[in-house]
């Protein structure tokens, strides 16, 4: 049985993980900024241990917790969330998100010469694009093992007016069996994590809308 997310307040390691993300977002702004074309990514061994770990998950279902949320923004909270690892090749993960009945989200990792891009693809359930879909942004640097950072690009800022380069994505997977997935806006308070427990496989939810099992 999936997990009833529970409302919970920001703890001080929510506080913790907060700021933290807030610095990450401010460095990789202001590295976006002075070098829009991005650093040197020649050292890519962080990545490859990332997207190794990224693969072991290949072909799994795990349960979320919510760790914190906006004011007002119920989209995880009080809800069943599943990720499911579904669509591996050796460039491409697609990882469909889950919150109970709306099979609506799915998270697309591509990885290239210049990194690995995180995009954001929305459905209707009748399979066609939603309104805003494809948002996302590619990593600034090489990361670690542990944590990959994606940094809005302009197809955010044209999807979702007012972000731009201000919002930016934490992907985490660590070896104790946590999967984290963390939002920001940079220089707000407007941010969110959603906890992932991989030491437990769960039930695979449908195929996600629009797509063809």
Same mark, same amino acid.
């Not at 929305?122 to 990361?143: E, F, I, K």
């Not at 809005?152 to 069996?177: C, F």
């Not at 946590?178 to 769960?202: H, I, K, P, W």
């Given at each position: 049985?999936? !997990?009833?997310?529970?409302?919970?307040?920001?703890?001080?390691?929510?506080? @913790?993980?907060?700021? +933290?993300?807030?610095?990450?977002?401010?460095?990789?702004?202001?590295?976006? +900024?002075?070098?829009?074309?991005?650093?040197?990514?020649?050292?890519?061994? #962080?990545? $490859?241990?990332?997207?190794?770990?990224?693969?072991?998950?290949?072909?799994?279902?795990?349960?979320?917790?919510?760790?914190?949320?906006? =004011?007002?923004?119920?989209?995880?909270?009080?809800? /069943?969330?599943?990720?499911?690892? &579904?669509?591996?090749?050796? $460039?491409?993960? !697609? *990882?469909?998100?889950? *919150?109970?009945? $709306?099979?609506?989200? %799915?998270? *697309?990792?591509?990885?290239?010469?210049?990194?690995?891009?995180? &995009?954001?693809?929305? !459905?209707?359930?009748?399979?066609? #694009?939603?309104?805003?879909?494809?948002?996302?942004?590619?990593?600034? /640097?090489?990361? @670690?093992?542990? %944590?990959?950072?994606?940094?809005?690009?302009?197809?955010? &800022? =044209?999807?979702?007016?007012?972000?731009?380069?201000?919002?930016?994505?934490?992907? =985490?997977?660590? #070896?104790?069996? !946590?999967?984290?997935?963390?939002? /920001?806006?940079?220089? %707000?308070?407007?941010?969110?994590?959603? $906890?992932?427990?991989?030491? %437990?496989?769960?039930?695979?939810?449908?195929? #996600?809308?629009?797509? =063809?099992?």
């Amino acid at each position: 049985m999936h !997990r009833v997310l529970k409302r919970k307040g920001l703890s001080r390691k929510g506080l @913790s993980r907060a700021a +933290a993300l807030l610095a990450l977002a401010a460095a990789a702004s202001a590295a976006v +900024a002075a070098d829009p074309a991005g650093p040197d990514r020649t050292a890519q061994g #962080p990545q $490859d241990q990332w997207w190794e770990r990224l693969q072991a998950l290949c072909g799994k279902a795990y349960a979320g917790q919510l760790i914190r949320a906006p =004011e007002g923004d119920d989209t995880f909270r009080d809800r /069943n969330v599943v990720i499911h690892v &579904r669509d591996c090749s050796d $460039d491409r993960v !697609r *990882i469909p998100l889950v *919150i109970d009945d $709306d099979r609506s989200r %799915t998270w *697309i990792l591509s990885r290239g010469a210049g990194g690995i891009e995180l &995009r954001h693809d929305h !459905r209707q359930a009748d399979g066609s #694009p939603d309104a805003v879909t494809l948002y996302g942004g590619s990593t600034p /640097n090489a990361g @670690s093992a542990d %944590t990959q950072m994606f940094a809005a690009d302009d197809q955010t &800022r =044209e999807a979702i007016a007012g972000s731009g380069q201000r919002s930016v994505w934490l992907m =985490e997977i660590h #070896p104790d069996g !946590r999967f984290v997935y963390a939002g /920001n806006r940079v220089g %707000t308070e407007r941010g969110f994590q959603v $906890d992932f427990d991989l030491s %437990t496989v769960v039930p695979a939810p449908e195929a #996600p809308w629009g797509w =063809e099992d």
